[in-house]
């Protein structure tokens, strides 16, 4: 942050504290919430986490017009917010001067859940107090507070009965599991289908989700030295049909074992999932039924899809991706509904939220507190997804 | 061939010469089509054409009830046949001890145009002297004469003025190349497509369709010692509107290339057609358009199709393949309407054969010959395709 920003937010400050007596005019629209003093985790350009990422303070003055005020309540660290950092995702962070730098930064961070806390006069239709999420990623969400419009959230209609942490990380895992199971394939109750890396966000919300619309799923973990029995139990609490490890899809007797689950092989299985990539595919695809569909959307491996010709041409497999960034930016009425869905399905507590691995960011948390948070979620250290859950901020 | 079943052979052959006086009454329906010496290249096991392929002679009784006996014509020699020969193709041919041999054989071939010279009182629909091509493929093309119900036949309703090596071709490389660019992405007039294997049967089939429709092709050769620029220039009046090589291809400037043809890369190329396979098939991917379909049909490079996860998921590329006895098999009706163009097309001139290598096939050619034809197929030391043309059989 440069010098003078630093003595411009100090000011800032000092009237804030002033404000509401010394203008009691405008109280209702400024109140409480003046000028607020906002962090975020920033970058001025892309690199590893630990090399680039800065914690940079600024001002936000209070809103007007169509502008509002909100306040981060939880936002998650997802995988591609930390590879959108190192420059390996194919859109970039926004970069600006308007947060108060001397040079452009961009602040990190696509997914989280704010409330609003103050309003411009002229913003309709949603209120202080609402709950809101992003419309569109490269918002920049591992932030304190931000000012934006109206047309950048989607507000959160029934908050009831919800935590942060789930309407916080609804936009990315779940909405990915969900198309996926929709949109390629359209299967019918009873049906299977068959997935790798199943313990992932996206795992779980498909594994889930299947078992609320009637489909059963053959679910593939990476083989562990210890807690693979573990995990398989947890997988099928969650209404998981089949867990296998990769070592046992790889194995000779898997194409008996699929029989056996698929009554002889009568039940074709006409859809895949993969978020790993490599030789594990090749073997998912082994099983599958001609005509089906297999649907990457992530590729943990860093391997390549590599595809023997004839299971193109003479098994007429169809090789597909999904990217939910660019499905929600192109469906936003279709992502609110399908938020809404996940949602209401979460308060019934029909659907269980990811194990998470919560970052508390308090006012004064110290930007090496957070940073590491981030390099962990790179590192894969973690227990549980890492989320950024804001508190006296 | 059994000892007995050659004696079997000349007897019918004796009652052949002697059957249309000796039994007037039914002259009508057998005529001078009596018991017919047939010929098939046929195979007891699967292996090496050379190894395996024997000239089978067997004799055909005259048709009765709803049999009908046809005379072939011509019947090319395709790639897909030395795989099925070789047991490398997913159908395999069908063996039967139906021809008279002591252990079950299979005949050849999947391709051809016959004509039919002699039917039984049943059959309706179809006459003496009619051309008819195969509904479905493992019919067994590469012989002298067939038995067969009408059901396996599709009659040619308007031969005149085409050549059996025209119709004889008619139903794998132009349906292939007619399919591909028609229902994987429905292109506008104007729009463009890129292929690899231009100067293939198929290739070539999709630079006339294409042109004929109004579509614009980039079309890839294999760069040769010499004549790439005379294949070039081939392809170019066949009504190419780009051909370059794989070298120019993966080179950097083609990049720039791409987008002076694209009108600066404002013209989205969403289609792409595969018989290659390997590194040249990510070279093409990169010059698509966010999602493009790769419709993939051969694998002339044995190389499998790799696929970086980032084509999958961020520029929504759809990997396809496409299969033409599949497809000819399950749609009978919409086959024929497409030969039937095709033919038109033909006719009129609007659609060039592709070069071809006849091998004449008359009653007396040695087995030796026509082995060595299939051999030079699978070796590729043919200047054309191999088609046999069939002369006083």
Known sequence: MAPSRAIFATARTALRNTYPTTIPAQRRCISAFGYEQAKCLAIDK????????????????????????????ASPINPADVN?????????????TNLGSSEPIAVCGNEGVAEVIAKGGGVKGIERGDWVIMKKQ???????????TADNLTVIKNKDGLKPEQVGTVSVNPMTAYRMLKDF??????????????????????????????????????????????????????????????????SRGFRDQVKEFT????????LALNCVGGSIVNAMAKHL???AHVVTYGAMSKQPVSLPTGLLIF???????????????????????????????????KFA??????????????????????QGTLEGYRSGKGIFVFQNT
Chains 1, 2 share one sequence.
């Open 315 to 349: 098994k007429d497999l169809h090789f597909d991706g999904y990217w939910v960034s660019k499905w929600s930016n192109q469906n936003p009425a279709a992502k609110e509904a399908c938020v809404s869905e996940v949602l209401d399905l979460t308060r019934e507590g």
């Open 84 to 96: 959108q950092i190192q420059g390996v995702y194919p859109t970039k962070p926004a970069f600006t």
């Open 185 to 250: 394939v359209q299967l019918k109750p009873g049906e299977w289908f068959i997935q790798n890396g199943a313990n992932s966000g996206v795992g779980r919300a498909a594994i889930q989700l299947a078992k609320l619309w009637g489909y059963k799923s053959i679910n593939i973990i990476r083989e562990r030295e210890s807690g693979t029995q573990e995990m398989k139990d947890e997988l099928k609490k969650l209404g998981a049909d089949v867990v296998v490890t990769d070592k046992e899809v790889e």
């Open 46 to 73: 892309l690199g590893e986490p630990k090399d680039v990422l800065r914690l940079h303070g600024h001002s936000i003055s209070p809103p007007h017009g169509d502008l509002l005020t909100v306040k981060f309540l």
């Open 138 to 148: 490269g918002f920049g969400t591992w932030r304190t507070h931000a000012q934006t």
């Open 263 to 270: 009554d002889g092989g009568r039940e074709p299985i006409r």
């Open 289 to 291: 039924a001609s005509g």
């Open 353 to 374: 939220d990811i194990p998470m691995d919560p970052v508390k960011w308090e006012h004064n948390t110290k930007q090496d507190e957070l940073v590491h948070a981030v």
